[in-house]
Protein backbone atom coordinates (compact mmCIF):
# COMPACT_ATOMS: atom_id res chain seq x y z
CA UNK A 1 0.00 0.00 0.00
CA UNK A 2 1.07 3.38 -1.06
CA UNK A 3 1.75 5.76 1.74
CA UNK A 4 2.30 9.36 1.43
CA UNK A 5 3.41 11.55 4.69
CA UNK A 6 3.15 15.31 4.30
CA UNK A 7 5.03 17.72 7.12
CA UNK A 8 6.40 21.31 7.40
CA UNK A 9 2.55 22.73 8.10
CA UNK A 10 2.11 25.46 10.72
CA UNK A 11 1.58 28.82 12.05
CA UNK A 12 2.83 31.37 9.64
CA UNK A 13 2.56 35.25 10.05
CA UNK A 14 1.36 36.67 6.46
CA UNK A 15 4.39 37.74 4.32
CA UNK A 16 6.05 34.54 5.66
CA UNK A 17 7.61 31.11 4.25
CA UNK A 18 6.91 27.45 4.77
CA UNK A 19 8.07 24.88 3.02
CA UNK A 20 6.57 21.52 2.92
CA UNK A 21 7.73 17.67 1.84
CA UNK A 22 5.81 14.80 0.92
CA UNK A 23 7.44 11.53 1.51
CA UNK A 24 6.43 8.35 -0.39
CA UNK A 25 7.13 4.87 0.77
CA UNK A 26 6.36 1.53 0.03
CA UNK A 27 6.36 3.38 -3.52
CA UNK A 28 7.85 1.51 -6.61
CA UNK A 29 8.83 3.69 -9.20
CA UNK A 30 8.18 6.44 -8.00
CA UNK A 31 9.71 8.13 -10.13
CA UNK A 32 7.33 7.15 -12.74
CA UNK A 33 4.35 9.65 -11.38
CA UNK A 34 3.86 12.76 -11.26
CA UNK A 35 2.65 14.72 -7.56
CA UNK A 36 -0.03 16.94 -6.93
CA UNK A 37 -0.82 19.19 -4.10
CA UNK A 38 -3.98 20.35 -2.81
CA UNK A 39 -5.78 22.35 -0.26
CA UNK A 40 -9.27 22.40 1.54
CA UNK A 41 -9.89 25.36 3.37
CA UNK A 42 -12.99 24.93 6.06
CA UNK A 43 -16.17 25.02 4.09
CA UNK A 44 -14.58 24.64 0.60
CA UNK A 45 -13.73 22.24 -1.70
CA UNK A 46 -10.50 20.81 -1.97
CA UNK A 47 -8.42 22.74 -5.02
CA UNK A 48 -4.98 22.04 -6.98
CA UNK A 49 -2.07 24.07 -5.90
CA UNK A 50 0.61 22.54 -7.92
CA UNK A 51 1.99 19.52 -9.48
CA UNK A 52 4.75 17.84 -10.72
CA UNK A 53 5.50 15.73 -13.44
CA UNK A 54 7.04 11.98 -12.59
CA UNK A 55 11.03 13.37 -14.33
CA UNK A 56 10.26 16.98 -12.36
CA UNK A 57 10.77 18.71 -16.26
CA UNK A 58 6.83 20.01 -15.90
CA UNK A 59 5.57 22.04 -13.39
CA UNK A 60 1.69 23.43 -13.30
CA UNK A 61 0.40 25.56 -10.66
CA UNK A 62 -2.52 27.41 -9.79
CA UNK A 63 -2.93 30.69 -10.99
CA UNK A 64 -3.36 31.92 -7.28
CA UNK A 65 -0.18 30.48 -6.26
CA UNK A 66 1.74 31.47 -9.25
CA UNK A 67 4.98 33.33 -8.87
CA UNK A 68 5.08 32.96 -4.51
CA UNK A 69 5.17 28.90 -4.54
CA UNK A 70 7.33 26.57 -6.13
CA UNK A 71 7.37 23.05 -6.31
CA UNK A 72 10.24 20.25 -6.86
CA UNK A 73 10.76 16.66 -6.28
CA UNK A 74 14.10 14.45 -5.08
CA UNK A 75 13.60 10.73 -6.71
CA UNK A 76 16.20 9.92 -4.59
CA UNK A 77 14.64 10.49 -1.53
CA UNK A 78 11.26 10.10 -2.48
CA UNK A 79 10.45 13.28 -1.58
CA UNK A 80 8.50 16.48 -2.71
CA UNK A 81 8.89 19.37 -1.86
CA UNK A 82 6.28 22.38 -2.08
CA UNK A 83 8.45 26.06 -1.11
CA UNK A 84 5.46 28.72 -0.29
CA UNK A 85 6.84 32.18 0.49
CA UNK A 86 5.12 35.56 0.27
CA UNK A 87 2.08 33.76 2.54
CA UNK A 88 -1.11 35.13 2.87
CA UNK A 89 -4.14 34.20 4.90
CA UNK A 90 -6.53 33.27 2.02
CA UNK A 91 -3.22 30.32 1.75
CA UNK A 92 -4.78 28.77 5.01
CA UNK A 93 -6.04 25.43 4.80
CA UNK A 94 -5.57 21.72 5.21
CA UNK A 95 -2.76 21.03 2.15
CA UNK A 96 -2.58 17.52 0.90
CA UNK A 97 -0.07 15.83 -1.60
CA UNK A 98 -1.55 12.85 -4.05
CA UNK A 99 0.18 10.11 -6.81
CA UNK A 100 -0.87 11.66 -9.75
CA UNK A 101 -1.59 7.70 -11.09
CA UNK A 102 -4.55 8.37 -13.20
CA UNK A 103 -4.41 9.67 -16.76
CA UNK A 104 -6.98 11.33 -18.72
CA UNK A 105 -7.74 14.14 -16.36
CA UNK A 106 -6.00 17.25 -16.12
CA UNK A 107 -3.60 17.88 -12.98
CA UNK A 108 -5.80 20.04 -11.02
CA UNK A 109 -8.59 17.40 -10.94
CA UNK A 110 -8.75 15.15 -8.12
CA UNK A 111 -10.12 12.67 -10.35
CA UNK A 112 -6.68 12.04 -11.56
CA UNK A 113 -4.75 11.00 -8.05
CA UNK A 114 -4.73 7.77 -7.05
CA UNK A 115 -2.99 7.34 -3.40
CA UNK A 116 -3.68 10.91 -0.91
CA UNK A 117 -1.61 11.55 2.40
CA UNK A 118 -3.01 12.74 5.67
CA UNK A 119 -2.35 16.02 4.87
CA UNK A 120 -0.46 18.70 7.36
CA UNK A 121 -2.46 22.32 8.60
CA UNK A 122 -1.24 25.56 7.21
CA UNK A 123 -2.59 28.87 8.59
CA UNK A 124 -1.27 32.21 7.59
CA UNK A 125 -2.41 34.49 10.73
CA UNK A 126 -0.97 37.57 12.22
Known amino acids: QVQLVESGGGLVQPGGSLRLSCAAS?????????IGWFRQAPGKEREGVSC????????YYADSVKGRFTISRDNAKNTVYLQMNSLKPEDTAVYYC??????????????????WGQGTQVTVSS
Open 98 to 115: ARWGRGGSIWSSIKGYDY
Open 26 to 34: RFTFFDYYG
Open 52 to 59: ISSSGGRT
